[in-house]
Nanobody, 121 residues
């Protein structure tokens, strides 16, 4: 699976952005998709995950209620809608894929390149 993230940019605090992650391959609908973020000097942080069907989602406490993850299996794409953005959301955001839901949030098999999100105060 090859992943291509897009949609990052510069936004003021309180604003919104929508990130997209397009996947190649016919088996996209069988993969759990996740988003992570990493700021320079910090560890990579789990943001959100969505199951194959989209019925199950998981969010980090720091984004719960502000971010929404969805997927369109017909388009091989997942979307991370980010609202009420805060300066501390600034990071490079990465999408990732794995075949199983799993209990360990950080273990993913495939990773895309990152897209920069910068939130100004």
């Amino acid at each position: 699976v090859q992943l291509q993230a897009s949609g990052g940019g510069l936004v003021q605090a309180g604003g919104s952005l929508r990130l997209s992650c397009a996947a190649s391959g016919r088996t996209f609908s069988s993969y759990v998709m996740g988003w992570f973020r990493q700021d320079p000097g910090k560890e990579r942080e789990f943001v959100a995950a969505i199951s194959w069907s989209g019925r199950n989602t998981d969010y980090a406490d720091s984004v719960k209620g502000r971010f929404t993850l969805s997927r369109d299996n017909a388009k091989n794409t997942v979307y991370l809608q980010m609202n009420s953005l805060k300066p501390e959301d600034t990071a490079v955001y990465y999408c990732a894929a794995r075949p199983h839901w799993g209990s360990v949030r950080s273990e993913y098999d495939y990773w895309g390149q990152g897209t920069q999100v910068t939130v100004s105060s």
